[in-house]
């Protein structure tokens, strides 16, 4: 399974009308072999396939001068372990995080899919190039891969998506994309080049399983899942959960991504700890059997109506 090609089949409902009636707009991603293991999951994103389906987060990096040096050397062990794509924001450490990533992917540029996101008010004609401006002086680069709207703000989305292209016409970003929109928002940039939508989505919070996620499948829109072990915090400690690692020899956490890449979302838990970094690399190579899934669905069932779009 983890290297064909995969449709999906289920039916769904969006709005009124049944998604699964429609025909050639099928998300298909290919799952391939990564050059430095051959069993890790990638996906196509922002115009490259080689991208590891589990990617790194950065929130909270940055914050502290003392833990930089761990910080960085965890990002460069990440890359070492495979994990091309790094996600952080404006935001993250007042800008900390970017420096980090900076600091971290200075001679490895080139591997890197990189992932920033400038926030809601820099996110209009006039502030975006500066916001932009300043985001690619901290992350010691020339251009971010993609560059999402942190979360929908007060700016017209037209004047957003304009802001986005006149940075990707000059080159400072290859593709854009938005963060935290649910159904209703996508609905206005059905059409557009919208790369992505980044949403919170882990086991315990299934929201997205019911209308955002086939929504976004039927468009071709990635997803990428952030807080997907749960902050580290009560899904790990979930006795079920527990269970079904130990039967796999893996760890809690290692489940937890493994669904995601299984739901063909890509994952970017943040880690600074050596053996949770080795753990979610290792997790995209993990396959989980149709009866793990079916077990999974009912230790956390998926939501059988609309859920408001789960945010931290
Ligand atoms: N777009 C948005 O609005 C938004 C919001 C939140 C987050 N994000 C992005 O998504 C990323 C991930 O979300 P998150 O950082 O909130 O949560 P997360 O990745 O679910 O959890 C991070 C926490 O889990 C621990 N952890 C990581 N791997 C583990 C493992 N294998 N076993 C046990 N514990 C593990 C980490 O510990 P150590 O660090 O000690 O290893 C850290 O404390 C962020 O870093 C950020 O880049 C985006």
């Not at 919170?200 to 019911?210: H, M, T, V």
């Not at 807080?227 to 020899?249: I, K, N, S, Y």
Request: aromatic share 6%; glycine share 8%; hydrophobic share 40%.
């Amino acid at each position: 399974m983890a290297d064909a090609d995969r449709r999906y089949t289920s039916t769904v409902v969006v709005d009124g009308s049944d998604l699964s009636r429609h025909s050639g707009r099928w998300l298909t991603i290919s799952w391939r072999p990564y050059m430095g293991d051959p069993q890790m999951k990638t996906m196509q994103l922002a115009g490259r396939s080689d991208i590891v389906a589990i990617g790194q987060g950065t929130w909270h990096m940055g914050e502290r001068a003392s833990e930089r040096r761990r910080e960085v050397a965890a990002l460069r062990e990440g890359i070492a372990l495979g994990m091309n794509l790094i996600d952080t924001a404006e935001m993250y450490g007042d800008g900390g995080a970017e420096e980090v990533v900076g600091e971290a992917i200075a001679g490895l540029r080139e591997q890197i899919l990189l992932v920033s996101k400038v926030y809601p008010h820099h996110a209009s004609r006039k502030a975006m190039p500066q916001a932009c401006e300043q985001s690619l002086r901290r992350l010691g680069t020339d251009r971010i891969d993609l560059y999402l709207l942190h979360w929908q703000g007060q700016y017209p989305l037209a004047e957003t998506i304009e802001a986005f292209e006149r940075l990707r016409d000059a080159g400072k970003i290859r593709h854009w994309g938005v963060s935290n929109f649910d159904v209703n928002a996508m609905q206005e940039l059905q059409g557009s080049a919208c790369a992505c939508n980044q949403v919170l989505y882990n086991l315990e919070q299934r929201g997205i399983d019911f209308d955002l996620l086939p929504w976004c499948r039927h468009e071709a829109i990635p997803v990428m899942a952030y807080c997907p072990v749960g902050q580290g915090m009560d899904l790990l400690h979930h006795a079920g959960l527990a269970a079904m690692a130990e039967r796999h020899g893996a760890s809690p956490a290692q489940i937890a991504l493994a669904w995601l890449l299984s739901r063909e979302v890509l994952a970017i838990p943040k880690a600074v700890s050596p053996g949770h970094l080795r753990e979610n690399a290792a997790a995209a190579s993990l396959d989980l059997s149709a009866e793990d899934l079916q077990e999974l669905d009912q230790l956390f069932p998926a939501p059988r109506r609309k859920q408001p779009l789960a945010i931290v």
